[in-house]
């Protein structure tokens, strides 16, 4: 509602006013009374504008409050964010035994029953398997389905640690995309490091089992005894299974490139009856 300033009409000067006398008691009080009740009008008056001015809900207010929510779910994370997320779902495996592939290797829990996805180089040839998970907890566990192919297996552990915390696996990958490995390179437990997708559709030549297609190319810092551990997009999401770095010496340790199953084909390895893995 506008306001009109009153202005005086000219420069004639009004005749004085007489000299104000006190107001009688009952005046006073009238004055007050109608002093509130202007009060109350303009609040009702406020109100019906917030009313109108919001569809004329009258849970609009409430819901104008300020309240928690959580943040979107396809926002980007941060390396620490992932790291924190996935941590848990990340196991250290002990192959032991003549023929062993690996002394030690990672492994991702992938499923609600404890269904661990590796690396089938890691647990080649074992006698025993050992999986230790995040909170110290340890349990014998055994190969489930394999594929020296894909270089994927699938393992069962005898026993799961009080709180089992799955990974979330799938996601496409994109060159550029940020990823996040986390594994347990050269027995250091727990290691993350970060880089982006550098390449698609990569084919790593091997001396035995064959060549291995559609492999994803990154440049996140990778080492013997991360293979089998997840490779993560910037949601969350395990988009890959390290298997291999590339390097044109013996020396075995990582310069730069790096590969991983895409989390389709690795859920898609199998031997036998042609089953998938149990994810």
């Given amino acids: 509602m506008e306001m009109e300033v009153l202005r005086p009409a000219g420069p004639e000067q009004a005749p004085p006013e007489p000299e104000p006398r006190p107001a009688p008691w009952w005046k006073a009080g009238l004055r007050r009374k109608?002093?509130?009740?202007?009060?109350?009008?303009?609040?009702?008056?406020?109100?019906?504008?917030?009313?109108?001015?919001?569809?004329?809900?009258?849970?609009?207010?409430?819901?104008?409050?300020?309240?928690?929510?959580?943040?979107?779910?396809?926002?980007?994370?941060?390396?620490?964010?992932?790291?924190?997320?996935?941590?848990?779902?990340?196991?250290?495996?002990?192959?032991?035994?003549?023929?062993?592939?690996?002394?030690?290797?990672?492994?991702?829990?992938?499923?609600?029953?404890?269904?661990?996805?590796?690396?089938?180089?890691?647990?080649?040839?074992?006698?025993?398997?050992?999986?230790?998970?995040?909170?110290?907890?340890?349990?014998?566990?055994?190969?489930?389905?394999?594929?020296?192919?894909?270089?994927?297996?699938?393992?069962?552990?005898?026993k799961l640690p009080e709180t089992l915390v799955p990974a979330v696996l799938g996601g496409g990958a994109g060159i550029g995309d940020d990823v996040v490995a986390i594994g347990n390179p050269l027995g250091l437990t727990a290691t993350t490091t970060s880089g982006v997708v550098s390449g698609l559709e990569r084919?790593?030549?091997?001396?035995?089992?064959?060549?291995?297609?559609?492999?994803?190319?990154?440049?996140?810092?990778?080492?013997?005894?991360?293979s089998g551990g997840p490779l993560i997009n910037d949601r969350g999401q395990v988009i890959g299974v390290v298997v291999a770095l590339a390097n044109p010496t013996d020396a075995g340790t990582f310069i730069g490139i790096g590969f991983a199953v895409p989390i389709g084909a690795a859920l898609g390895a199998g031997e036998g009856e042609g089953q998938n893995p149990p994810l």
């Fill in 34 to 158: 109608l002093l509130t009740g202007a009060i109350a009008a303009w609040a009702v008056a406020i109100t019906a504008v917030v009313l109108l001015r919001d569809g004329g809900d009258p849970g609009a207010a409430a819901r104008a409050l300020p309240s928690a929510s959580p943040s979107a779910s396809d926002a980007p994370l941060t390396v620490p964010q992932v790291y924190q997320a996935l941590r848990p779902s990340v196991v250290l495996i002990k192959a032991t035994g003549s023929g062993a592939g690996a002394d030690t290797g990672t492994g991702v829990v992938a499923n609600a029953d404890g269904t661990i996805l590796t690396a089938f180089h890691v647990v080649e040839g074992s006698k025993s398997i050992t999986v230790a998970y995040a909170d110290g907890t340890e349990s014998p566990a055994e190969i489930v389905t394999s594929s020296a192919a894909q270089d994927i297996a699938t393992l069962k552990p005898a």
């Fill in 203 to 226: 084919t790593l030549s091997r001396d035995r089992g064959g060549d291995i297609a559609g492999l994803i190319q990154f440049d996140a810092a990778v080492n013997p005894g991360s």
